[in-house]
């Protein structure tokens, strides 16, 4: 934030894989206590870690710059600041690695895959050879044939107003955000081009809240109620296109506009009881409505990037566009879904002693049902809306430090459970005909459908401690273990007959939820003179146990077993006397390979796709504050 005082700071580091990053900061008052601006920015490049070895292209690179501006005006009991934030990312794209091949679940929904793709000449043609090419080349080198890009483009500007009335505090927060998103993907890393996907989203979003704060008997009693509102709608044109499975299928573009608003009344209050007691309750009335345009129509054939995406006023009106030299009609179908629900929680709070601070809550949240889009044919009919899932949760801790004989530490724990009704979960690779009424412009956006399934409950705990046992030497370490189980799925039988979703609860699985992570660091800081400065050096560990990327249990191939990375830091601080810094860093320091994520997580599609972590980075950073 702006502040009254003249300065900033500048870095730049430099690390392999051409890694630049240069980021600065600049605060300037322009009216001594009263008027600041601050600006600041970045940009970060570094080549990719992984090459198509059919295009050349250098993926999984970061091309990004962003800047921020501030202003503050600042009068005393009035206060007003406003914030305009720009981020652009202009990358090459993610580099999808193709890991696994099902096909006894290709075959039936697809007869005449092997025939397309099981030449047995060349991995150009042939899946089972593809895939034995990939596993020969590592997960450094893939076989996208297609140009793949993401272009982002995001802007935000928000005003934050507070007029002080003495024990009453009016603040206003208002919100404006664009977001432009453009991408070409092969989720499947090879030649053959067996699911491309086409993104382009355009939207922008308002948000307003007031608020009147208030603070009561002696600031015992702390108070705030408000009213929000948010409404995000389609500022461009929208739509995906899906190549599924070339030639086999013809790729298809849905239309998927929606216009979603949310509006809310919450009050909490905090009331201290004295004896280091302090209660705390709050309640909140949200209403949501989401409005959808959809529709379908093929796509250019072949596929090619660049198909004709047709206004909301077309989606809602009609109209007609050239594809593949000849006009289609454009008429899509609207939706709506509302739903509403109270939230709340209720807290008690227990400074014990100085240093030991304990602490129980209990809450229910909320999430707003929706539409899937566009409007789903055949078997898919009965999910075209989804309902809300709520969670109620407790939780209870305990925030310590502790000092003996000379040595310091600190050791934090809570202890949680949430039971989730009504569970939102998305359901993969209901494209390609999933339906089984043979018209893929109906096939549901990125073959994705949100569907409630059931009841689940998480349950865990967190702890974190630290011991100081010299000065300048101190040791960390964190764990934290989180039961997420599936107690009812209650999965419609087609989803589980045809692979999508499993059937039963225990063999569901909770995506990128690890049930164990744990770390920890040592760092050390120690002065070596005025003149000459200072040094200090970090060194930590993480480690994850099997992380899954779809929700099946039994589903290995789409996970990645337990795996862990080590990070380290070493810095020259206040060199000479100066307010300059040195560093050398390392990431992943044993190179360390393991996936992120999944490129494709549909069984029902036949093959899975994994995204991997960046390979060992090392550089060197010099920073100086003035």
């Known amino acids: 934030a702006p502040s009254h005082e003249l300065g900033g700071y500048l870095s730049a580091s430099y690390g392999n894989y051409n890694a630049i990053v240069v980021e600065g900061a600049l605060n300037v008052p322009i009216v001594q206590d009263k008027v600041a601006i601050r600006v600041a920015g970045q940009r970060n490049k570094r080549d990719g870690h992984t090459i198509s070895q059919v295009t050349g ?20 009991d009035f206060q007003n600041t406003t914030v305009y934030d720009n981020i ?38 042939d899946v089972d050879l593809a895939l034995a090419r990939q596993q020969a080349a590592g997960v450094r080198k893939n076989f996208t044939a297609p140009r793949v890009f993401q272009n982002v483009q995001l802007q935000g500007l928000s005003n934050t107003t507070t007029l002080n009335l003495g024990n009453i505090t009016l603040k206003n927060i208002l919100g404006y955000r664009t977001a432009y998103h453009y991408s070409v993907t092969d989720t499947d890393g090879t030649e053959m081009g067996l699911t491309t996907a086409e993104n382009l989203q355009d939207f922008s979003q308002f948000s307003e809240e007031f608020q009147v704060q208030g603070s009561f008997l002696e600031d015992r009693l702390d108070t705030i109620f408000g009213a929000f509102y948010l409404k995000s709608k389609p500022s461009g044109r929208t739509g995906l296109i899906v190549a599924p499975f070339t030639p086999r299928l013809p790729a298809s573009l849905v239309l998927s506009y929606r216009t979603q608003e949310s509006k809310a009344l919450f009050g909490q209050a905090s009331f201290n009881l004295g004896g280091g007691f302090k209660i705390d309750a709050g309640v909140r009335h949200t209403w949501d409505k989401t409005t959808s345009c959809a529709t379908g129509y093929s796509a250019n054939n072949p596929y090619v990037p660049g198909t004709p995406v047709a206004s909301l006023d077309q989606c809602r009106n009609g109209g007609t566009l050239t594809v593949n030299g000849a006009p289609v009609a454009i008429k899509g179908t609207q939706s709506v879904a509302d739903s509403a629900a109270w939230t709340w929680n209720f807290g008690v709070n227990y400074q014990a002693t100085e240093s030991i601070f304990l602490y129980a809550t209990v809450r229910r949240g909320y999430r707003a049902g929706g539409v899937n889009t566009p409007v789903l044919g055949g078997i898919l009919t009965p999910f075209q809306t989804y309902e809300p899932e709520t969670v109620v949760d407790a939780e209870i801790g305990m ?17 949680f459970r949430g039971t989730y009704n009504g569970s939102q979960r998305g359901v993969n690779g209901t494209n390609n005909n999933f339906d089984g009424d043979g018209n893929p412009n109906n096939d549901p956006s990125a073959g994705t459908i949100i569907i409630n399934a059931g009841k689940a409950r998480v349950q865990g705990f967190d702890i974190d401690a630290t011991i100081t046992p010299t000065r300048g030497l101190t040791f960390g370490g964190f764990i934290s273990y989180n039961d997420a189980k599936y107690l009812d799925t ?6 589980a007959s045809r692979n999508a979703f499993p059937a039963k609860p225990e063999d569901t699985a909770f995506p990128y939820a690890p049930a164990l992570t744990l770390g920890g660091n040592v760092s050390y800081e120690t002065s070596l003179g005025p003149d000459i400065g200072g040094l200090t050096f970090n060194a930590d560990v993480y480690r994850a146990s099997r992380t899954y990327f779809s929700p099946f249990k039994s589903d290995k191939q789409l996970s990645q077993g337990a795996y862990a990375v080590v990070g380290a830091r070493l810095d020259w601080t206040d060199v000479g006397g100066t307010p300059l810094t040195l560093g050398v860093f390392a990431r992943n320091l044993f190179n360390e390979v393991y996936a992120v994520g999944g490129a494709n997580t549909a069984t029902s599609a036949g093959y899975a796709s994994l995204f991997y972590n960046e390979p060992r980075t090392y550089g060197v950073q010099a920073k100086l504050k003035f």
Request: hydrophobic content about 35%; proline content about 5%; aromatic content about 12%.
């Open 88 to 125: 652009r990312w202009e990358r090459q794209g993610d580099a999808a690695v193709l890991t696994h091949l099902y096909p006894g679940t290709i075959t039936p929904r697809f007869p005449g895959f092997n025939t397309f793709f099981d030449c047995g000449t060349s991995a150009s043609c």
């Open 399 to 415: 925030k310590a430090r502790w000092s003996a004989g000379g040595v310091r530490g600190t050791f934090n724990i809570d202890v």
């Open 57 to 76: 292209q250098d993926l999984n690179d970061i091309n990004d710059t962003s800047f921020r501006v501030s202003l503050l005006i600042d009068l005393g």
């Open 490 to 495: 209650g999965t419609p039988a087609v989803l």
